[in-house]
Nanobody
Framework: QVQLVESGGGLVQAGGSLRLSCAAS????????MGWYRQAPGKQRELVAT???????DYADSVKGRFTISRDNAKNTVYLQMNSLKPEDTAVYSC?????????WGQGTQVTVSS
């Protein structure tokens, strides 16, 4: 059974930084793409960033230049470094991994940016 455990969320002032981590455990190997979504209250879920198994990254326009996604394949872990945070970045952030024909989600971690 595959499980994803997220960490790193919290409360930060505008302009600050946070780093999210998402570690996959279980009998899992050679993960395909990994990514992060977020959902703010009253808004639709938004794809924030993705990274392929080859290291190609993609970002939502709203976070380009501020967020960096990376992965450690040896640890089955994906990271999201968030800099220059804005109040509009406040949301629940969830990681996702694609393995085989399935996708797996983390439980979500709250990120709150105060003005």
């Amino acid at each position: 059974q595959v499980q994803l455990v997220e960490s790193g969320g919290g409360l930060v002032q505008a302009g600050g930084s946070l780093r999210l981590s998402c570690a996959a455990s279980g009998n899992i190997f050679s993960i395909n793409a990994m990514g992060w979504y977020r959902q703010a209250p009253g808004k639709q879920r938004e794809l924030v960033a993705t990274v392929t198994s080859g290291g190609t990254t993609d970002y939502a326009d709203s976070v380009k230049g501020r967020f960096t996604i990376s992965r450690d394949n040896a640890k089955n872990t994906v990271y999201l470094q968030m800099n220059s945070l804005k109040p509009e970045d406040t949301a629940v952030y969830s990681c996702i991994i694609y393995w085989g024909r399935s996708e797996y989600w983390g439980q979500g971690t709250q990120v709150t940016v105060s003005s």
